[in-house]
């Protein structure tokens, strides 16, 4: 048996059903007594198994062909797949096209989706930020900021586990063009909480977030996808959120005041910061310490090694072409010289003691 043509649908979608139209003929030198069997095999996973199509050869004549339609077929995933020989047919017409693709199913924002992990998600907005900020349980800050080139784009959505055993909700499965995830962030200033790795209970449905740096010049392009098989593969389901000119907000260094040295109780660093950009934000700093000498050997810290100040976690929210003043506080006033440094700006001041 060769199969001599094959056709299917143009345009399939994760999800749709279909079916193709084959011909074949039975090119060997006697009656074919059984009938024959063509398989279409997924490509971007290797322990799927094909779905198979039955082809009525049973009876055809040698030299004979025979046309009808074959499916149906389940498009179970996005990507391509490849029609390929299965029993009793042991070859394809060279002009036979064995690539059928399956593009990704379209959502728009505020939709839920339903996918065969068993969780639903629904998309609702996404924001701009130039950094996202982690406050450790004793207080300490960390700072993830971006470059000037690219910025954070932080997914807020809500994921309902209708299910009766828990799912968790992958990072893995996760996509969004040229963006890569940040995890193990808790940002105090966003609703809700980080979504990545969150394990949803039967019968729970929670709303958070989830955030991704993305270059600049995409947020036309920006798309939130969901991949069954993890981020290697093509996206189920994506989420057009782009925006041709999005507003986005730009925080400069507008004006500090550091002491010139340390007060004996509390010392304040006080800085006014600029939104230089067209959309409202929150911006989020820290401040990091260095000694520069041998702080002593009952010191936690050691010289010349820049730390996180403890408590010093500033933010703001502040309008398009205002400015807001942020503060935080050092209690120490000992008899060295410590360097403080204002992120994620950089700024760098010297503070000698009293």
């Known amino acids: 048996m060769k199969l001599l043509s094959v056709s ?27 009938n024959a069997e063509i398989q279409l095999h997924r490509l971007t996973t290797g ?28 498009a179970t995933a996005a990507g391509d797949y490849r029609l390929e020989s299965g029993v009793n047919v042991y070859s394809l017409a060279e002009e036979i096209e064995p690539l059928v693709s399956v593009e990704p199913a379209e959502y728009d924002r505020n939709t839920q989706i339903e996918l065969p992990d068993g969780l639903r998600y629904t998309v609702t907005d996404v924001r701009f930020e130039q950094s996202l900020l982690n406050v450790n349980s004793d207080g300490r800050p960390e700072l993830r900021t971006t470059l ?24 893995e499965r996760i996509s969004v063009p040229n963006g890569s995830g940040i995890t193990g962030m808790n940002d105090p200033v966003l609703e809700g909480e980080q979504l990545s790795g969150r394990v949803v209970n039967p019968g729970e449905s929670v709303t958070g977030w989830m955030a991704f740096v993305v270059p600049q010049d995409s947020l036309a392009d920006l798309t939130f996808g969901i991949n069954l098989a993890g981020t290697d593969s093509p996206a189920e389901a994506i989420v057009d959120v782009g925006q041709e000119s999005p507003s986005v907000p730009q925080f400069e260094l507008a004006e500090q005041t550091f002491p010139a ?6 010392t304040e660093f006080t800085f006014e910061i600029a939104n230089t950009g067209d959309e409202a934000g929150t911006f989020r700093g820290l401040i990091e310490f260095l000694f520069l000498e041998d702080p002593g050997i009952f010191s936690s810290y050691q010289e010349d090694t820049w730390y996180k100040l403890d408590g010093s976690a500033m933010t703001a929210v502040i309008p398009p072409g205002d400015t807001r003043t942020v503060s935080a506080t050092t ?9 403080y440094r204002l992120q994620p700006f950089g700024y760098e001041q010297t503070v000698k003691p009293n």
């Open 261 to 266: 040295t340390f007060n004996d109780d509390e």
């Open 331 to 339: 209690s120490y006033s000992g008899d060295i010289e410590v360097n």
């Open 8 to 34: 299917f649908p143009e345009e399939l979608t994760f999800g749709d059903e279909f079916e193709g139209q084959v011909t074949f003929a039975n090119v060997g030198g006697e009656q074919v007594e059984e």
């Open 148 to 171: 000037e080139d690219r910025i954070l784009a932080v997914f807020n959505l809500t994921v309902a586990n209708p299910q009766t055993d828990s799912r968790e909700v992958s990072a």
């Open 47 to 74: 322990d799927e198994e094909p779905q198979t199509a039955e082809l009525n050869a049973e009876g055809l004549k040698s030299g004979e062909t025979k046309s009808h339609s074959i499916g149906r077929f389940e």
